[in-house]
């Protein structure tokens, strides 16, 4: 969403798009690494601990499903977000640093991804590029939308000022049917929490 906005709002669109989407980039991967290297030598001693990392995720995960669904059946105003005056291409890299760190606690697949490396034993020759190439997964739809954006931001303006006042303005609908999408993704979360993480 701020890299939509950023293309609706920056002055300098492509060169305040692009910092954002560095910092944003380094930020996670620099969390990701060091995730990683902090776990793996954890791991040295504290026995049982990827065990316990698996347990307290899908405990997390299932909450998070289950609120996501109570919520679904109640209407509630949507959250618009404006580009404040001080956002340009030089405060734009921290501002995606922020941000990313802010949405660390969403980015659940990535514990569940360090925490596979460490209990398979895959060393850090391995798992450094392959979480790098995990990273480079993340920042993709920021990266396409800007891309995407800048390359034909006459054209898209309107759909992408369309795409931002449908998803940012007014209120979202109550909807049992993707409430119940959600408490079966809780459902699966603790079904593999019991069944499945030993």
């Keep these: 969403w701020i890299g939509v906005v950023i293309l609706l709002a920056a002055k300098r669109p492509a060169a305040t798009g692009w910092a954002y989407a560095v910092g944003a980039f380094v930020t996670f991967g620099t969390f990701t690494l060091l995730l990683y290297f902090g776990l793996n030598a954890a791991e040295t001693w504290l026995d049982g601990l990827t065990l316990w990392l698996r347990r307290i995720l899908f405990t997390i995960i299932t909450v998070v499903f289950v609120v996501l669904g109570v919520r679904r059946f109640t209407a509630r105003p949507r959250r618009g977000y404006g580009l404040p005056s001080w956002v340009n291409a030089w405060t734009a890299l921290p501002l995606g640093l922020v941000a990313t760190i802010s949405d660390i ?9 360090v925490e596979r490396l460490i209990d398979t034993g895959i060393g850090p020759e391995t798992a450094v590029p392959v979480l790098i190439g995990y990273t480079a997964i993340y920042a993709l739809p920021t990266l396409a939308a800007l891309i995407i954006g800048l390359l034909y931001q006459d054209r898209l303006r309107a759909r992408l000022q369309t795409l931002y006042n449908r998803y940012a303005t007014g209120h979202t609908k109550p909807s049992g049917k993707i409430a119940a999408l959600y408490f079966t993704a809780a459902a699966a979360s603790l079904a593999i929490l019991i069944f499945l993480v030993r």
């Excluded at 606690?105 to 991804?113: I, S």
């Design 105 to 113: 606690p969403n980015a659940f697949p990535m514990f569940l991804a």
